[in-house]
């Protein structure tokens, strides 16, 4: 008896020593549960809460949601542009070279003969290559040469070979070329674009949804805003595009000075002075007699008629004078 209790006493005495550990194990399993039960429902308490904060806003801002929508698609936007370099920078760099955005413009000036028909024959041969002429204008003064200037718009393809056929109307010097690369603005200002063609898209489909007046005034309100947006980013666009496809060119076109006049000197010299004055001489003496030759003639024109008068009138008294004398000698011999 006494060995079989001794047996049994320690079989109890650990029995009794796992028993704390289980019931440990049991609280820390339900403490663990009740936990996650807690966050579970925490988490649908706030989901639930968000729904009612949503349903009690409503409709309540047509503005937050696209401008939601519309920074989501500019993050995505961003996001795509910021992996694709990473995804594979030599192909990249290769499309970029091929989309490159340049805009391209330049001066020079021409001595030509005769600027204002220099200037007309430029114009027709811009015209014909396909490209304008935005400004002509053509000054001549009293002294000096004349000149023109002109700013003309020539397809960015063909400018180098515009600048060679320069040469064919005068002489062309200080020539000035500028490339200025614009793909990086091109690019910015398509990624807004497409950004805010999607968010008046939006503003539009939630337009045709709204249900009460006030969800009309805010989408109204919002698509008003869009699309100004969107129609000065289109209008930027549109003007840069232009200078990437029309370079510019300006022309500065003047006429040749006449060259100086270099008298001699010594004898020679003086045989020119006074071979200079003896024809300025004559040419003056012709020019005096040019002035009075009119006057010459009508004074001998009058001379001529008084001179005629003269002569018939003394024809009458010669033919009174023997008359008289008759009349006068038969009265003397009676």
Same mark, same amino acid.
């Given at each position: 008896?006494?060995?079989?209790?001794?047996?049994?006493?320690?079989?109890?005495?650990?029995?009794?020593?796992?028993?704390?550990?289980?019931?440990?194990?049991?609280?820390?399993?339900?403490?663990?549960?009740?936990?996650?039960?807690?966050?579970?429902?925490?988490?649908?308490?706030?989901?639930?809460?968000?729904?009612?904060?949503?349903?009690?806003?409503?409709?309540?801002?047509?503005?937050?949601?696209?401008?939601?929508?519309? #920074?989501?698609?500019?993050?995505?936007?961003?996001?795509?542009?910021?992996?694709?370099?990473?995804?594979?920078?030599?192909?990249?760099?290769?499309?970029?070279?091929?989309?490159?955005?340049?805009?391209?413009?330049?001066?020079?000036?021409?001595?030509?003969?005769?600027?204002?028909?220099?200037?007309?024959?430029?114009?027709?041969?811009?015209?014909?290559?396909?490209?304008?002429?935005?400004?002509?204008?053509?000054?001549?003064?009293?002294?000096?040469?004349?000149?023109?200037?002109?700013?003309?718009?020539?397809?960015?393809?063909?400018?180098?070979?515009?600048?060679?056929?320069?040469?064919?109307?005068?002489?062309?010097?200080?020539?000035?070329?500028?490339?200025?690369?614009?793909?990086?603005?091109?690019?910015?200002?398509?990624?807004?674009?497409?950004?805010?063609?999607?968010?008046?898209?939006?503003?539009?489909?939630?337009?045709?949804?709204?249900?009460?007046?006030?969800?009309?005034?805010?989408?109204?309100?919002?698509?008003?805003?869009?699309?100004?947006?969107?129609?000065?980013?289109?209008?930027?666009?549109?003007?840069?595009?232009?200078?990437?496809?029309?370079?510019?060119?300006?022309?500065?076109?003047?006429?040749?000075?006449?060259?100086?006049?270099?008298?001699?000197? #010594?004898?020679?010299?003086?045989?020119?002075?006074?071979?200079?004055?003896?024809?300025?001489?004559?040419?003056?003496?012709?020019?005096?007699?040019?002035?009075?030759?009119?006057?010459? @003639?009508?004074?001998?024109? @009058?001379?001529?008629?008084?001179?005629?008068?003269?002569?018939?009138?003394?024809?009458?008294?010669?033919?009174?004078?023997?008359?008289?004398?008759? @009349?006068?000698?038969?009265?003397?011999?009676?």
């Amino acid at each position: 008896m006494t060995r079989l209790t001794r047996s049994g006493a320690p079989g109890r005495t650990a029995a009794a020593s796992f028993a704390p550990l289980v019931l440990t194990a049991l609280l820390l399993a339900g403490c663990s549960a009740s936990g996650a039960g807690s966050a579970a429902s925490g988490s649908g308490g706030a989901e639930s809460a968000a729904g009612t904060a949503a349903d009690r806003s409503g409709p309540q801002s047509f503005t937050d949601t696209a401008t939601g929508a519309s #920074g989501g698609g500019g993050s995505s936007a961003e996001a795509a542009s910021a992996a694709a370099p990473a995804a594979g920078s030599a192909g990249t760099d290769l499309a970029g070279a091929s989309d490159r955005q340049v805009v391209t413009t330049g001066s020079a000036s021409i001595v030509v003969g005769s600027p204002a028909q220099a200037a007309e024959q430029i114009a027709v041969y811009v015209e014909g290559a396909g490209g304008r002429v935005e400004q002509r204008s053509v000054q001549t003064p009293v002294e000096g040469p004349a000149s023109a200037t002109l700013t003309v718009r020539v397809p960015a393809e063909g400018f180098s070979g515009t600048l060679e056929q320069l040469g064919r109307f005068g002489d062309v010097s200080d020539v000035d070329v500028t490339s200025t690369d614009v793909t990086a603005q091109a690019s910015d200002l398509d990624a807004r674009v497409a950004a805010l063609r999607t968010s008046t898209e939006r503003l539009t489909a939630l337009l045709a949804g709204a249900a009460t007046t006030e969800e009309v005034v805010a989408a109204e309100s919002a698509l008003t805003q869009r699309q100004a947006e969107l129609d000065s980013l289109t209008a930027q666009r549109a003007v840069l595009a232009g200078q990437v496809e029309m370079a510019t060119l300006s022309l500065f076109v003047s006429g040749r000075a006449e060259a100086p006049v270099v008298e001699a000197g #010594g004898f020679l010299g003086g045989l020119a002075s006074g071979w200079n004055a003896l024809v300025a001489a004559v040419a003056g003496a012709l020019v005096v007699l040019g002035v009075v030759l009119p006057w010459l @003639v009508a004074a001998a024109l @009058v001379v001529a008629a008084a001179a005629g008068v003269a002569r018939v009138v003394r024809r009458v008294q010669a033919r009174r004078t023997p008359a008289t004398s008759t @009349v006068a000698g038969a009265d003397d011999e009676s």
